[in-house]
């Protein structure tokens, strides 16, 4: 009788145990379906300058090269601004007669290696650009369908560091397949090549990119436009659960500096990429910016709220109309606050603590990240006058 009794109640406890194990392992299936890439590389959002917003398909190596030294010179390298990165257009219609790609003559008559060794010595990292498909979005160049191994190799021994791979002309296969396909070759290659996935999150990339590139785009292009940003905002928003260290939601590159919004309009884009963790590539002519493109660029504040080691991408929280509240946690017990006006006249916008999912009990410092100026300890909620297209931007500090 009592041996039964053990029996049992050691069935019971063995119960319980495998009971703990598989919801354990439920959640390293979980965790393992949302595994990054295991290239080591931006365990926080990438950082730098593309040249496609702005210059498109004039780029030649000149331009690369001064734009280099204006990162460095204006301080924006120094803060975390590292990748250079050349979009289309680089390279010569033709592959030569071994199969590699040939930068373009006319724009890039030293080639690409000599560019690399350029970018290298200013302590900056060069990108390059290329596709999916069998030619480039301006069909000035060839892609790199069914040449993955080769131009993955010839990137390497350029001292390339980052790879955007875009979508167009490809032949209709899954991009899961063609795009696996060129991560391999890249972890193959020899050397630590950053992967940004461009397919327009076309086919929900967050679900499946995470085990094969850096980052993935989640939306078509961004325009200069207020109506283009915070729809790539919102767009962008539905992915946030996805994103991790090493592994990001892409709303596309910024637009700051080149002059189709006011100064509030890209105050609120560069508070909300960041908020939201997205690559922060800067789009505009670095080498004749203005002192207010250079001051937004470098707030040190938000570009920390970007780089945070926790990496949880921040959302969209509370809606009531136009006025918006977008927030997300930091490292060391402290929460990211963004109140976002998208309306057209001056308001309130209030946000509780619970709405934070913090304990209304508790008391918090707020650090206006943009007046650069510390509040008091605050009970229960925040409140901040907002204008018209504008923002404000916030980190919560427990306070004891
Ligand atoms: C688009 C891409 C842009 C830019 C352009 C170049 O597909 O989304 O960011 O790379 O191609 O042609």
Redesign the pocket.
């Known amino acids: 009788m009592a041996s039964r009794l053990t029996l049992s109640l050691a069935l019971l406890l063995f119960g319980v145990i495998i009971g703990i194990v598989d919801a354990r392992f439920v959640k390293d299936v979980h965790t393992s379906r949302r595994s990054a890439l295991e290239n080591g590389l931006g365990r926080t959002p990438q950082m730098g300058w593309n040249s496609?917003n702005h210059f498109q398909c004039n780029v030649n190596e000149q331009m690369i090269k001064e734009t280099a030294d204006a990162l460095v010179s204006s301080g924006l390298a120094s803060i975390g601004y590292k990748y250079v990165n050349i979009?289309?257009c680089w390279a010569e219609l033709n592959r030569d007669s071994q199969g590699n790609l040939v930068p373009k003559a006319s724009t890039f008559p030293s080639g690409m290696k000599n560019i690399a060794d350029y970018i290298h010595s200013k302590g900056l990292l060069l990108g390059i650009?290329s596709d999916a498909g069998s030619y480039?979005?301006?069909k000035t160049m060839p892609g790199s369908l069914g040449h993955e191994d080769q131009d993955a190799k010839t990137f390497a021994s350029w001292g390339v560091d980052y790879l955007?791979y875009?979508?167009?002309y490809n032949t209709g296969a899954s991009p899961k397949e063609r795009y696996a396909k060129m991560s391999k070759a890249l972890l193959n290659s020899g050397r630590s090549i950053f992967f940004s996935m461009?397919e327009?999150g076309q086919e929900d990339p967050a679900t499946w990119a995470p085990e094969i590139g850096n980052s993935w785009?989640t939306t078509g292009?961004i325009k200069d436009k207020w109506e283009s940003l915070t729809s790539n905002a919102d767009q962008n928003d539905r992915w946030a659960t996805y994103a991790r260290p090493g592994a990001w939601n892409d709303p596309?590159?910024l637009e700051i500096g080149n002059g189709g919004m006011t100064t509030d309009e890209y105050i609120s884009h560069f508070s909300i990429w960041a908020l939201v963790k997205a690559p922060l590539l800067i789009g505009c002519d670095v080498r004749s910016m203005s002192n207010e493109t250079l001051a937004i660029l470098s707030n040190k504040e938000v570009i920390s709220v970007n780089q945070d080691p926790l990496g949880r991408q921040g959302r969209k929280i509370k809606k009531e109309g136009d006025l918006e509240v977008w927030a997300g946690p930091l490292s060391r017990g402290r929460t990211a606050v963004v109140l976002w006006n998208r309306g057209s006249s001056q308001s309130a916008i209030n946000v509780a603590w619970s709405d934070l999912g913090l304990d209304p009990a508790k008391a918090f410092r707020a650090r206006d990240l943009w007046a650069h100026s510390t509040s008091h300890s605050m009970r229960g909620q925040l409140t901040g006058v907002v204008g018209p297209h504008a923002c404000k931007m916030y980190v919560l500090m427990p306070f004891n």
């Open positions: 496609w979009d289309d650009y480039t979005c301006s955007k875009d979508n167009c461009c327009w785009r292009d596309d590159m």
